[in-house]
């Protein structure tokens, strides 16, 4: 580096450990495994053959697609998930990357969503807001080692040939055009793309010019990548001279007709240049088909022009900030392979939703303007499994003294998952920084049973898509009656406790015992009803009752809801559960043009047989609960 005179670097606070010897922070790579919590059109194994009942027809798939290929949406921290990608195979497999990062504006990540005409706002999960606390508590430097750290692990992940766009505007975009120049190479960088969206109002700005664009970084792994050139419609055509071009004499002339006059072409196209002017009403005018309840939305033909320039069918197209899923409903139209994430359980299940709606989409850049009626191709629903290794530091603080004094419980000792006793129940704490998985379950059921507790309470502030009665099922076959309990939201706590203080969570011993009493309180999760008949070979499953444990967001709207089973956003069936990977067979879910669910499935077997049924449902508050039902059909 001091060698280098033309080396330009970008500086921030804690890029070095050791500023002197010139050592960068290392970034920590754990390997976390997945689990595989729903497939979506996959076949299901029966008896050595697969299911008949395939929902995605395998003789469209599109070229250089593999068949036996499942595209992926993972929810958890990206970091995370690149990381464990990257040590289970994945570097170098990427073909294309898109991220829409925040753009460090303070923006408020409060989630908003509509039951019926009633608006609906949820405060981020502790997991979101700890997140979010870090990458801006230190200003502009926290928030370039948290766009550093992924972009380095984006790098290892992009294929030879590869590309990455990075999204952004004005705030922080050109510290990060200088960061991409170090991790990727100044001489792999491509374009500075303006996005240009005239038709978004900006108020009345009078000591500047309104900001009408955003811009997209353009870098390439290496000289030799894929580009596709792509032509846009011109708003009306345009008459211009023919060239010829003379390739042996270097050198352009004019076309001229026998009469010696210049020829003219009328042109309803050009090619795209950097300058993308691309409207936003398909995602902010609520009667477009595209719009969703996600702020940050972005527009389907944007994607399309970066997929179908830098791509080919059968790649693979990865999107670690996928919000709306954007990305990846535009990769599944265009017949490419996807894989996307996100820290947000609501963006996940806008993401889902969307996937599952795709038949209903056309993609308006294929010239003969075909549909696409065929349901989304398979894909899987990852979560990260064991999160022990890596965020387990609360133990070392007073988060577990404070939080078994807020639930009232006899703090116990020389255990390594029983946290404390309240009455007869062991008490375990989940963490701050992670959902409660199942294997953190099935550890505290096998502790309790070493240790002749026979009742537990496990308290968490989220919880894996999987945790809910299968939980419950498990403790209750190895003799331990479990119970789920629902910490209350930070603000709800912060309100009842003077002097809370998240990141140290250490409280006055004075502040807890006047405040705690009968203010703050510890719900089950959902509960779910659900009523079977069956007649004639023919299984009907109906949803008779559903209810959240009370929170501040729902007591907002109790007044207004009829039925608590309002309340469900979505629900699927897996008609011969295995007691495997959840199989969605069936779903039923709200969307724009039709904002409620189906509270009754019916299901034809061919065969008679005991069968048991899973129903996964989540609700507005992207709350996931599931219940496993038994059925003889003769």
Not at 343 to 360: C, E, G, M, W, Y
Not at 462 to 478: C, F, G, H
């Amino acid at each position: 580096m001091a060698s280098n005179k033309k080396y330009v670097e970008l500086l921030w606070a804690e890029k070095y450990d050791n500023y002197e010897k010139g050592e960068k922070m290392p970034i920590e790579k754990p390997n976390l495994p997945f689990q595989v919590v729903e497939t979506v059109n996959k076949p299901r194994i029966k008896g050595g053959y697969i299911d008949p009942s395939l929902l995605f027809p395998e003789d469209e798939y599109p070229k250089n697609y593999p068949k036996d290929w499942k595209n992926l949406l993972i929810w958890g921290d990206n970091k995370l998930v690149m990381c464990s990608l990257i040590k289970q195979g994945w570097a170098g497999e990427i073909n294309l990357i898109y991220i829409d990062p925040p753009f460090f504006t303070g923006v408020d990540f409060t989630v908003r969503t509509k039951l019926g005409d009633e608006r609906i706002e949820k405060e981020p999960s502790i997991i979101e807001e700890r997140a979010y606390r870090d990458t801006w508590s230190g200003g502009i430097a926290s928030y370039l080692k948290y766009m550093y750290e992924r972009l380095v692990l984006m790098r290892d992940l992009l294929a030879e040939n590869g590309s990455i766009y990075v999204h952004l505007d004005w705030h922080v975009g050109h510290y990060v055009k200088v960061m991409m120049d170090e991790i990727f190479g100044y001489e792999n960088f491509r374009n500075e793309i303006v996005w240009y969206y005239p038709d978004y109002l900006q108020g009345n700005v009078t000591k500047r010019f309104p900001r009408k664009n955003d811009f997209i970084l353009h870098y390439s792994k290496q000289n030799d990548f894929k580009f596709f050139r792509i032509k846009e419609k011109l708003d009306k055509p345009v008459k211009r001279n023919v060239v010829f071009w003379d390739k042996k004499n270097q050198k352009m002339d004019l076309v001229r007709d026998e009469n010696g006059k210049i020829v003219y072409k009328e042109f309803t196209e050009k090619y795209c240049d950097t300058v993308w002017q691309i409207g936003q009403t398909a995602v902010t005018r609520s009667q477009s088909d595209e719009f969703l309840p996600f702020d940050t939305q972005k527009p389907e033909d944007l994607l399309r022009r970066i997929i179908v320039s830098t791509s080919e069918s059968g790649d693979i197209i990865a999107d670690f900030f996928c919000g709306s899923g954007a990305t990846l409903a535009v990769a599944d139209k265009l017949g490419r392979r996807w894989i996307g994430s996100d820290l947000s359980k609501f963006a996940i299940q806008v993401t889902r939703k969307r996937l599952l709606d795709i038949h209903n989409s056309k993609d308006l850049l294929d010239e003969k303007k075909k549909k696409y009626g065929n349901p989304v191709r398979p894909f899987e629903l990852w979560n990260i499994g064991n999160y022990e290794t890596v965020y387990w530091q609360e133990k070392e603080d007073g988060y577990l003294p404070f939080m078994l004094k807020l639930y009232q419980s006899q703090p116990l000792t020389g255990f390594r998952y029983l946290h404390g006793r309240k009455g007869d129940r062991a008490v375990h704490v989940g963490p701050l920084n992670a959902p409660v998985t199942m294997e953190e379950v099935e550890k505290v059921v096998i502790e309790c049973r070493a240790n002749n507790f026979n009742k537990a309470d496990v308290l968490g502030w989220e919880w894996s898509y999987e945790v809910n009665e299968l939980a419950k099922e498990l403790a209750s076959r190895k003799g331990v009656d479990l119970r789920l309990i629902q910490i209350q939201s930070v603000n709800e706590i912060k309100s009842a406790l003077v002097g809370f203080d998240l990141k140290l969570l250490k409280i006055p011993e004075q502040v807890v015992e006047k405040e705690l009493s009968g203010y703050v309180k510890f719900p089950e999760v959902a509960y779910l009803e659900i009523e079977t008949e069956v007649k004639k070979g023919e299984v009907t499953l109906k949803i008779t009752d559903f209810q959240l444990p009370p929170t501040a967001e729902l007591a907002e709207i109790a007044s207004k809801v009829k039925d608590s089973r309002e309340l469900i956003d979505y629900w699927a069936i897996d008609w011969d559960y295995k007691g495997d990977t959840f199989h969605n067979q069936w779903q039923s879910f709200r969307v724009k043009k039709n904002p409620k669910v189906d509270y009754e499935a019916k299901h034809k077997y061919e065969e008679g047989g005991e069968y048991q049924i899973m129903v996964k449902v989540v609700d507005v508050f992207e709350n996931d609960t599931n219940k496993v039902v038994g059925v003889k059909v003769k």
